[in-house]
């Protein structure tokens, strides 16, 4: 039995060439990744084969992919009925320069149609951009100062300020120019790259020292910036889990004095991820006698709301009700939808946009309009994450917890042997 949206991503994924169009050719690792999600996301099928290639499921990612395909393909087929765009701010968000720098900013027309031939730019590249994009890196650079106790900032958030605040076009091709605009500054040097975060590389390093006093070196420092856990007296552990990975560190900086960690559970998450997840809750509670709170930050959409309650929340609870049989797994662990949630689109005054029809779940979804995360403001964010932390703490038990740490630093410091020059 055929899948209509199935079949009809099919045909979008060939005539974008992402896919090959004769069905007999061999795909490469990135077309069979791309096949293997497709059957997941439409037919919740393929299961078996996602874990046999080890390919993660991504069901957001294929949606998405299908909405900017269509887009392109329907924009394609009437661009006889609408004027083209500019092809000089095409060419220049896409990066490509020439020997002086964007075809010669300052240069003639006539001369910008002979320049010499182009290509990527690579490492730190000088860049003169067109008059419209530098207005567009000043309002960027505004919204940088403006939230510079935040920083870094995700591409998506700049993004929904932009929208927000200057009007600029909220569709993904606009997006898509803001991304490399972005990629352009920072190459250039006239954003710093320290201000934003791109969903980077993971990273496993080993902790190792020059010598003994390179060790003593690091042991001082650590004592110095000695924190004490401010959980570990509290009736419950609370864990951070966070849609958007690029956003981490802006959560981290508004949990660090709470001792609460964050995490990263973008689109739906591992297996391995939320058996760890599981697996960590009992043993908290049965060896603790404490419960854990997780407190959820995600889009407002068929698909957000899915990551938290079905594949989150149920998955958890599923596993906890086998591990600790004679418990709620409420008892256990209590999720907590800090943001977004439906009313926080009026409440915040977010630009709103309709649910995809493209993704299956939207047939069951309730709700009317969705909502962003990373449209929120990073100052508004930061004021929910607390306000939610801190209803699960107990603020009397936290305050001594803090002037204690001073005391044991001081104590600590003083411990603790000088390194040797």
Avoid at 8 to 25: Q, T, Y
Avoid at 50 to 56: A, I, N, R, S
Avoid at 126 to 142: A, D, E, F, S
Avoid at 170 to 175: C, F
Wanted: hydrophobic share 35%; charged share 30%; with cysteine.
């Amino acid at each position: 039995m055929s899948n209509p949206p199935l079949d009809e991503f099919m045909h979008a994924a060939r005539l974008w060439g992402a896919l090959p169009v004769d069905n007999d050719k061999s795909l490469n690792k990135e077309q069979l990744r791309l096949l293997l999600q497709a059957f997941h996301a439409y037919d919740h099928a393929g299961i078996s084969l996602l874990d046999v290639y080890g390919v993660k499921p991504d069901d957001k990612r294929i949606f998405d992919l299908f909405d900017t395909w269509r887009m392109e393909i329907t924009a394609s087929r009437k661009q006889k009925e609408t004027s083209p765009p500019d092809i000089f701010e095409v060419v220049e968000a896409l990066g490509f320069f020439g020997e002086d720098g964007f075809f010669g900013e300052d240069k003639s027309a006539a001369s910008r149609k002979t320049a010499p031939s182009t290509k990527r730019v690579k490492g730190y590249a000088p860049w003169n951009p067109h008059k419209k994009t530098k207005v567009i890196l000043g309002q960027i650079n505004r919204i940088l100062e403006e939230y510079r106790n935040y920083l870094p900032l995700t591409g998506r958030q700049i993004f929904y300020r932009l929208v927000g605040v200057y009007g600029y076009p909220k569709d993904e091709k606009a997006y898509e120019r803001l991304t490399n605009y972005l990629v352009r500054a920072r190459r250039a040097g006239l954003i710093s790259f320290e201000k934003i975060r791109d969903d980077g590389a993971a990273v496993m390093a080993h902790h190792h020292y020059r010598d003994e006093n390179a060790f003593y070196k690091h042991v001082r420092k650590q004592g110095e910036a000695y924190r004490r856990d401010k959980l570990a007296n509290q009736k419950a552990d609370i864990r951070v889990y966070c849609e958007a990975a690029g956003m981490m560190p802006q959560l981290h900086d508004v949990c660090k004095p709470y001792s609460v960690p964050v995490y990263s559970c973008s689109g739906f998450d591992s297996l391995t991820a939320k058996w760890d997840l599981a697996q960590a809750c009992w043993k908290t509670f049965v060896y603790q006698g404490r419960k854990t709170v997780i407190l959820h930050l995600g889009d407002y959409d068929p698909s957000g709301e899915s990551i938290f309650n079905d594949g989150l929340v149920e998955d958890i609870h599923a596993f906890l009700s086998r591990d600790v049989p004679l418990k709620d797994p409420a008892d256990v662990a209590l999720f907590e939808r800090v943001a977004l949630r439906p009313e926080h689109g009026d409440e915040f005054k977010l630009d709103p946009a309709p649910p995809k029809q493209s993704d299956s779940r939207t047939a069951k979804w309730s709700g009317t309009d969705t909502y962003q995360l990373e449209a929120l403001p990073p100052d508004v964010l930061a004021t929910l994450l607390t306000k939610a932390i801190e209803r699960h703490i107990d603020m009397t038990i936290y305050g001594e917890d803090v002037d204690a740490e001073e005391q044991e630093a001081q104590r600590i410091t003083k411990a603790l042997p000088a390194p040797s020059e």
